[in-house]
């Protein structure tokens, strides 16, 4: 290798795989949507936002749930209707009812087992977003939740443009993250395409024992909300890491049925989000 300056190849430039469509004419009639995000895999988005969306409608509102994890739909199985097959008639398709009083849409429906692997590019994934947002029957939803895929990708882009006046984001980190600073990158993302913050969730802050009921504080308090702050945006939150929430996920029953501190926090949240965008 000659000596020297070592120096990166010019980068690509950033294209669009599909041209911007522009404001959605079809997705309407849906009062907020809310974009659950984080900068890196893992960190409980899917978690945040199948109990959230749990928690909104325990304060009586309607609430529609969008997985818009293509790749890895785990919605569905988090709410114990992996099994559910969509029907559609004249208005569109019908989302799939939950006992829980959200209705959901997701790839897991459409995927013919548990194991079949959905490998799309980004293109595809796009019209597949898009196709949830237009042609399922939204309309009437106080709220309409959204679990994207870890990180920045195709998926948030697509809501992005279709739906520019969407309520806002909500950020999930797990106090690791805040330590890297990850959250960052969401933030800049969100703003970049000019949608709003609602606020940081942090994730897995503390591990509930299951022994004593004690909270061990594995990481220390408060770093959150100090970034929080520093970064300018609200602070909606803190969950612990409990035991029996993988348990309840992995069996179909949702947090905020399994724990009644879990869902005390949650209402915690939901309420701060209510508050937020219906004021
Ligand atoms: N507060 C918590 N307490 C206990 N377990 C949790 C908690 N939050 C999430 N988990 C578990 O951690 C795992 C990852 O959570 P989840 O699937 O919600 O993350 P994600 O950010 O959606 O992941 P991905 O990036 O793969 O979509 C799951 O098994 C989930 O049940
Ligand atoms: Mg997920």
Redesign the pocket.
Known sequence: MAKGEIKMNEPPKLQLNVPPPGKSEKYKGVKHTLLVM?G?????????AVNLAVSLARLGKKVGLIDA?IN?P?DPKMLGIDKEKLFANEEGIIPAETKYGVSIISMAFLLSTEDTAVIWRGALRHKAVQQFLEEVKWEGMDYVVM?F??GTGDEALTVAQLVPDAEGVII?ATPQDIALLDVRKAINFATQLKLRVLGLVE??SGLICPHCGKEIEIFGKGGAEKLAKKLGIDFLGS?????S??TG??SGVP?VEVDKSFAGLFTGIAEKVVKKVEK
């Open positions: 984080s890196k895999g893992g960190v409980g988005k899917s978690t945040v994890d890895g785990d679990d895929p870890p999930v994730n897995m969950l612990p890491f409990l035991p929430i993988v996920a992995d947090g």
